[in-house]
């Protein structure tokens, strides 16, 4: 018998949500500590628990899970970081995509060489630099609404269709 059926048998529903919700947040509260990560919390936001950061984050990829097709991601959503928020990759892991990245960086925001082929789940707004470089990009498509400086060389980005005009007007660009 599965472990969620005996569960269910021992609660009622109402006890069963409170239960998978607190060991939801202590599977949070783990990683978070196995990752070494420092001065975090674990808040709900609308419906769900993100994490949100209190000063710098430094990821390395290597420590993070790998999914079906060899490619690691983040298994947990962040919500705000009020540092800067880094995935740290040599060139040999392969991240899926930014999914469940921060909403908002107050610091830098650093994925480079991490193989990122979309920047699905990027941040909207970085307040300071955003450095995605040395990854296989071939669109603007995805980039932050705001950020201090965007920094994307070294990706197979070949034009500038996709990025508005009044993007480029207001940040800086590296490419």
């Excluded at 021992?10 to 420092?38: A, F, G, P, T, V």
């Excluded at 490619?71 to 540092?83: A, D, Q, R, S, T």
């Excluded at 909403?103 to 925001?109: Q, R």
């Excluded at 070949?158 to 660009?173: A, P, Q, R, V």
Aim: proline fraction near 2%; charged fraction near 25%; include cysteine.
């Amino acid at each position: 018998m599965k472990l969620t059926a005996i569960f269910k048998q021992k609660l009622n529903e109402s006890d069963w949500e409170k239960e998978h919700e607190r060991l939801h947040i202590q599977e949070m509260k783990d990683w978070i500590q196995k990752m070494r990560i420092q001065n975090t919390r674990v808040v709900k936001e609308g419906n769900e628990w993100v994490i949100n950061g209190d000063s710098n984050v430094k990821i390395r990829a290597d420590d993070l899970p790998l999914d079906g097709d060899n490619k690691c991601y983040l298994p947990f959503k962040f919500g705000e970081v009020n540092g800067d928020f880094v995935i740290i990759g040599n060139g040999r892991e392969k991240l899926k995509s930014l999914e469940n990245g921060p909403l908002s960086v107050y610091g830098n925001y650093k994925a480079a060489n991490l193989w990122l082929d979309n920047l699905k789940g990027m941040a909207g707004v970085v307040h300071n630099e955003c450095d995605l470089s040395h990854n296989v990009l071939t669109e603007w498509s995805g980039i932050p609404s705001q950020c201090g400086k965007l920094i994307i060389h070294h990706n197979k980005i070949e034009s500038f269709t996709g990025i508005s005009k009044d993007w480029l007007m207001g940040n800086s660009l590296v490419c």
